[in-house]
């Protein structure tokens, strides 16, 4: 089985605001080694440069990998889901960071799930901080 998550936090967008350009792209893809098992894809890429001149400017790629295990009912788009991986994150800021999800799917229609979740990411590197992430809105795709 294939899945594709789709949230608020993982998609694509364009922000124009007050001269400051943001570029935001990242999904994440999982696919089913078995009922319970899925390995999780992560790709991603920020683009980031406020007004002219201020020399502010942030490219970064990331990309990831992890696992994810699947509980509760037997069918895949109502049940509970948990897991993590690691992100390396390369460009103006280089660091890698450990990442844990836990969340719960709720079927809406035979290939697709609400899936809201949380997040915490633990960054290598000693002088950035954890950071705790609550997605309520979350799309998953499944087929």
């Keep these: 089985m294939h899945e594709f998550v789709l949230t608020n936090a993982n998609s694509a967008q364009l922000e124009l605001i007050d001269g400051e350009t943001n570029i935001t792209v990242q999904g994440k893809y999982r696919y089913s ?17 406020s007004y002219a001149g201020s020399g502010i400017e942030i490219n970064v790629t990331t990309i990831g990998g992890g696992a994810i295990y699947n509980f509760g009912e037997k069918k895949r788009g109502n049940q509970y889901f948990g897991g993590g991986g690691i992100i390396l994150v390369s460009g103006d800021i280089d660091t890698t960071a450990l990442y844990g999800v836990f969340g719960k799917r709720i079927a809406l229609t ?15 590197d000693s002088d950035s901080d954890s950071v705790i992430s609550i997605v309520p809105f979350a799309m998953n795709a499944l087929f």
Excluded: F, K, M, W
């Excluded at 098992?37 to 980031?48: D, R, T, W, Y």
């Excluded at 035979?110 to 290598?124: C, D, F, G, K, N």
């Design 33 to 49: 080694l078995n009922n319970d098992l899925q390995i999780e894809g992560i790709l991603g890429l920020l683009n980031a440069s």
């Design 110 to 124: 035979r290939h697709l799930s609400y899936a809201p979740y949380a997040q915490v990411t633990v960054p290598s």
